[in-house]
């Protein structure tokens, strides 16, 4: 052995178990109790051994308008390496009118020269003219088997309507799944216009712009289509307890979806909006109530 882990807390996808694990040649040849010598060996006792974690949502050198996030493909890989990261799955960024195929190449160029760790990457749909199901079983043939698609436009002509929706469930079937940001833009359109109208332009107002009804319906519209479609979807950053039990309940009757949630909304609530630079908080969708965190709680540990 090169490298043998004594004594650790070992973390697999079903067990936790006291043991050990051996290492040759940069791979795990041996998990539980390993005899011998090695090269190097390391006392883990009182501790936690993972697997190399996988992040399936970043958003690395994220173009927004003129600037980009503030991590690149390399920093944001190597404080993932440092956290125990060790595979992530970032988008590619597909501009109106251009090929799936194109942005995938570009995404590709930009990463694979910078990425301390694996990889992998969802492609971001922007517009779907007619034909793109040709485009999909190219991407699905280059290793792409997820594709992110809005569920409400963000100005810049996206096609976001239930139509293009099913058509992209249909075309992914089970070989890929789809991946949601699951508000309703209508109901942001007018809560926004209210919110405006009164001169609230502040994170409150922008929280009231998007309650939870603006989530709950788009999740109940979203797993609707998946029933109809037959297709896989999950949705992103998830965080109110309504939307959480109808994906519960769509599950109970073999509808194939799933969900994430984020950090925000599993240790705030809306009592921040009243603290010193709330604004630095201002997500979509917003921090939601304490029953809200609550209930994503009790969705995580119910395994929903």
């Not at 779907?128 to 792409?144: F, K, L, Q, R, T």
């Not at 088997?145 to 992209?168: A, I």
Request: net charge negative.
């Amino acid at each position: 052995m090169d490298l043998i882990v004594r004594n650790g807390t070992i973390i697999t996808g079903d067990q936790l178990f006291q043991g050990d694990i051996g290492v040759r040649n940069g791979k795990i040849v041996a998990v539980g109790e390993v005899s011998g010598t090695a090269a190097q060996e390391i006392d883990a006792e009182g501790m936690l051994v993972f697997p190399g974690l996988i992040d399936p949502h970043v958003h690395f050198k994220l173009p927004v308008r003129d600037v980009f996030s503030s991590d690149d493909f390399m920093t944001g890989s190597r404080a993932a390496l440092l956290g125990g990261i060790t595979t992530y799955l970032d988008f590619t960024n597909q501009p109106l009118g251009k090929p799936l195929a194109g942005s995938l190449r570009e995404r590709l160029d930009e990463v694979k020269e910078n990425s301390y760790s694996d990889f992998g990457l969802h492609a971001l749909i922007n517009d779907w003219p007619a034909g793109y199901e040709n485009e999909i079983e190219h991407m699905i043939s280059s290793g792409v088997t997820s594709f992110k698609f809005f569920m409400y436009s963000r100005g810049q002509g996206e096609k976001c309507d239930d139509g293009t929706l099913y058509r992209l469930l249909r075309a992914c079937g089970e070989r890929a799944l789809v991946i949601l940001h699951a508000e309703n833009g209508s109901l942001i359109n007018h809560f926004t216009e209210e919110q405006v109208s009164s001169g609230r332009l502040d994170v409150v107002g922008h929280a009231l712009a998007r309650p939870a009804m603006v989530e709950e319906e788009a999740v109940e519209r979203a797993v609707f289509w998946a029933g109809k479609s037959g297709g896989m979807i999950m949705i992103l950053h998830l965080s109110t307890a309504g939307a959480a039990s109808i994906i519960k309940k769509a599950r109970q009757r073999g509808i194939k979806v799933m969900a994430e949630t984020c950090p925000q909304y599993l240790v705030l609530d809306e009592s921040m909006y009243g603290k010193e630079n709330a604004y630095l908080h201002a997500t979509c969708p917003p921090v939601r109530t304490a029953s809200d965190r609550e209930g994503l709680w009790d969705a995580i540990a119910g395994g929903d």
